[in-house]
Nanobody, 124 residues
Framework: QVQLIESGGGLVQAGGSLRLSCAAS????????MGWFRQAPGKEREYVAA????????YYIESMKGRFTISRDIAKNTVYLQMNNLKSEDTAVYYC?????????????????WGKGTLVTVSS
């Protein structure tokens, strides 16, 4: 079992930045992939970014490249999502998840464990 707790969400003006954190506990295997997903009001959940727990290789959905950066701190068992130049369309609940593979599509649904999410609201 893996427990994931997200934090760092809040209200920010368009153009601003936020850093989300995801603290993981439990049995984290070195081959795990940690990911960030989001769900905007009235829309389906979508994949944002992922990182390999071992090695730190990062992956992004194309539209997020350049504005979002995923990273991890193994000593703290924490994954981060740095979000810059935020736009109103980034408003969503952001979820942290862990699974065996790097998501292959924006609607990927193969992660094993999920956090409860943290709300990000971007005002225009």
């Amino acid at each position: 079992q893996v427990q994931l707790i997200e934090s760092g969400g809040g209200l920010v003006q368009a153009g601003g930045s936020l850093r989300l954190s995801c603290a993981a506990s439990g049995r984290i295997f070195s081959n795990y992939v940690m990911g960030w997903f989001r769900q905007a009001p009235g829309k389906e959940r979508e994949y944002v970014a992922a990182i390999r727990w071992s090695g730190g290789n990062a992956y992004y959905i194309e539209s997020m490249k350049g504005r979002f950066t995923i990273s991890r701190d193994i000593a703290k068992n924490t994954v981060y999502l740095q979000m810059n130049n935020l736009k109103s369309e980034d408003t969503a609940v952001y979820y942290c998840a862990v699974g065996p593979s790097v998501p292959g599509s924006i609607r990927y649904n193969g992660m094993d464990y999920w956090g409860k999410g943290t709300l990000v609201t971007v005002s225009s």
